[in-house]
């Protein structure tokens, strides 16, 4: 039986993986990659990205100076190739830290919240 | 090279609208395109190519998700934008009535140009104005947004009311009943006296400022108007709507418009001291702006009831 997601939590979860979305690339982009393998990778790894949200944000990514780009035309049709910058990698380690602070929050309020 | 393709990456084309790097987009968005395709049947059909390109989304969704964050107009401008609107075009307003009033041109481009015209053509004139004050003013917000669009404007207080309700006061019965009042008093002045318009309060004796003809037939037009406040006015008791002042305005300013080009020319009186003339047409004048004011202010009030709350 297919169980279909509540309207309500999809929009939540759209919004929950817009930052979670940047992260997640500035992670995988530890190796180079382009925009259709980088789309299996995570598909492999659970993680199921439209692909008109990947491009743009590899763009904005790179216009934000994270990440960069260079075309290969060495292979049957050209490629273009993304990697991440040394100012990327602070902002991903900035990013987690964020996330684990939110994450250790979150923790406490559910544990305050079993005596209620 | 696949027509179905190229056509969808000329449709992404047509409603992208980035600086730089366009044509890198659509290589991109080829490349993966033609390699998923290859990947899902091999050789690669139209109709697999198809199904691809079905599922990457429709052009202007595509389009639109690289210019997230690139507003036009800041979306903080929403309110400065009519605003200013509202205020570049009382100024034109208030130019456009002494143009004219003096029968004359007034040139102060790029900002104005206003022609020499009658009454009657300066509604239309008006109309376009407003639109040309709203172009005017979207671009500056235009070019404020795309250098600036946290920037902080002046912003003058205007109460209008919420969006949603027009902002026009509940009558009140004091004021229906002292414009009756009024409205008595003069038609019982025009009765007794075939005018309206005095330049003496003596009333034993009192003075036209207009020769009889054309004091019967501006008194008249005036307590029209006046009829036609106290219609509106009525009205709003059941329905206090502001569609009724609106209309109440837009009879007055025909009525205006009757005076302007009536074929009764009037001839001043002479007094002592006081060129009525000038008088005579100030009130006209002073009587256009008033009413052009205030059906435009109920038009904005018309907009802002049908707006959404």
Same mark, same amino acid.
């Given at each position: 039986?297919?169980?279909?997601?509540?309207?309500?939590?999809?929009?939540?979860?759209?919004?929950?993986?817009?930052?979670?979305?940047?992260?997640?690339?500035?992670?995988?982009?530890?190796?180079?990659?382009?925009?259709?393998?980088?789309?299996?990778?995570?598909?492999?790894?659970?993680?199921?990205?439209?692909?008109?949200?990947?491009?743009?944000?590899?763009?904005?990514?790179?216009?934000?100076?994270?990440?960069?780009?260079?075309?290969?035309?060495?292979?049957?049709?050209?490629?273009?190739?993304?990697?991440?910058?040394?100012?990327?990698?602070?902002?991903?380690?900035?990013?987690?830290?964020?996330?684990?602070?939110?994450?250790?929050?979150?923790?406490?309020?559910?544990?305050?919240?079993?005596?209620? | 090279?696949?027509?179905?393709?190229?056509?969808?990456?000329?449709?992404?084309?047509?409603?992208?609208?980035?600086?730089?790097?366009?044509?890198?987009?659509?290589?991109?968005?080829?490349?993966?395109?033609?390699?998923?395709?290859?990947?899902?049947?091999?050789?690669?059909?139209?109709?697999?190519?198809?199904?691809?390109?079905?599922?990457?989304?429709?052009?202007?969704? +595509?389009?639109?998700?690289?210019?997230?964050?690139?507003?036009?107009?800041?979306?903080?401008?929403?309110?400065?934008?009519?605003?200013?609107?509202?205020?570049?075009?009382?100024?034109?307003?208030?130019?456009?009535?002494?143009?004219?009033?003096?029968?004359?041109?007034?040139?102060?481009?790029?900002?104005?140009?206003?022609?020499?015209?009658?009454?009657?053509?300066?509604?239309?004139?008006?109309?376009?104005?407003?639109?040309?004050?709203?172009?005017?003013?979207?671009?500056?917000?235009?070019?404020?947004?795309?250098?600036?669009?946290?920037?902080?404007?002046?912003?003058?207080?205007?109460?209008?009311?919420?969006?949603?309700?027009?902002?026009?006061?509940?009558?009140?019965?004091?004021?229906?009943?002292?414009?009756?009042?009024?409205?008595?008093?003069?038609?019982?002045?025009?009765?007794?006296?075939?005018?309206?318009?005095?330049?003496?309060?003596?009333?034993?004796?009192?003075?036209?400022?207009?020769?009889?003809?054309?004091?019967?037939?501006?008194?008249?037009?005036?307590?029209?108007?006046?009829?036609?406040?106290?219609?509106?006015?009525?009205?709003?008791?059941?329905?206090?709507?502001?569609? +009724?002042?609106?209309?109440?305005?837009?009879?007055?300013?025909?009525?205006?418009?009757?005076?302007?080009?009536?074929?009764?020319?009037?001839?001043?009186?002479?007094?002592?001291?006081?060129?009525?003339?000038?008088?005579?047409?100030?009130? +006209?004048?002073?009587?256009?702006?008033?009413?052009?004011?205030?059906?435009?202010?109920?038009?904005?009030?018309?907009?802002?009831?049908?707006?959404?709350?």
């Amino acid at each position: 039986m297919v169980t279909r997601m509540d309207p309500e939590l999809s929009s939540l979860e759209t919004e929950m993986n817009r930052g979670f979305l940047q992260v997640l690339v500035l992670a995988v982009l530890e190796r180079r990659m382009y925009g259709y393998a980088m789309i299996r990778h995570l598909e492999e790894s659970g993680y199921a990205v439209e692909e008109n949200t990947l491009y743009p944000l590899l763009r904005r990514l790179e216009k934000n100076g994270w990440i960069t780009s260079e075309w290969d035309v060495g292979e049957d049709r050209p490629k273009k190739y993304y990697v991440i910058t040394d100012k990327g990698r602070s902002i991903r380690g900035q990013a987690l830290a964020i996330w684990a602070g939110q994450s250790e929050i979150l923790t406490k309020m559910e544990e305050a919240n079993r005596d209620v | 090279m696949y027509e179905n393709l190229e056509k969808y990456l000329r449709e992404i084309s047509h409603y992208l609208a980035v600086k730089h790097g366009a044509s890198e987009i659509l290589a991109e968005i080829r490349s993966h395109i033609i390699e998923k395709a290859e990947r899902e049947s091999s050789p690669v059909t139209e109709k697999s190519l198809q199904n691809v390109i079905e599922a990457y989304g429709r052009p202007r969704d +595509v389009a639109a998700k690289y210019m997230e964050g690139q507003e036009i107009i800041s979306p903080t401008f929403k309110k400065h934008l009519f605003r200013y609107t509202t205020m570049l075009f009382a100024v034109h307003f208030i130019l456009t009535m002494v143009a004219v009033y003096f029968r004359a041109s007034i040139v102060a481009i790029p900002f104005f140009f206003i022609p020499k015209m009658g009454p009657f053509w300066a509604i239309p004139y008006l109309l376009m104005a407003l639109a040309y004050d709203f172009g005017v003013v979207a671009f500056v917000l235009y070019f404020v947004t795309q250098r600036k669009k946290d920037a902080r404007l002046p912003w003058p207080a205007i109460s209008l009311g919420r969006r949603g309700e027009s902002g026009l006061k509940r009558p009140k019965p004091a004021v229906l009943i002292m414009l009756a009042a009024f409205f008595g008093i003069l038609l019982y002045a025009l009765l007794r006296y075939h005018t309206i318009f005095f330049y003496s309060v003596d009333f034993h004796n009192p003075r036209s400022i207009l020769n009889p003809a054309a004091s019967v037939f501006f008194s008249i037009l005036f307590l029209a108007a006046l009829a036609c406040d106290i219609i509106g006015y009525s009205i709003r008791f059941l329905f206090n709507s502001a569609w +009724v002042p609106l209309v109440q305005h837009a009879i007055v300013l025909l009525i205006l418009w009757v005076v302007w080009n009536s074929p009764i020319r009037p001839q001043y009186a002479s007094a002592p001291g006081i060129d009525l003339r000038i008088v005579g047409g100030g009130f +006209v004048l002073f009587f256009i702006v008033l009413t052009v004011f205030r059906f435009l202010r109920s038009l904005l009030r018309v907009t802002r009831e049908m707006s959404l709350p």
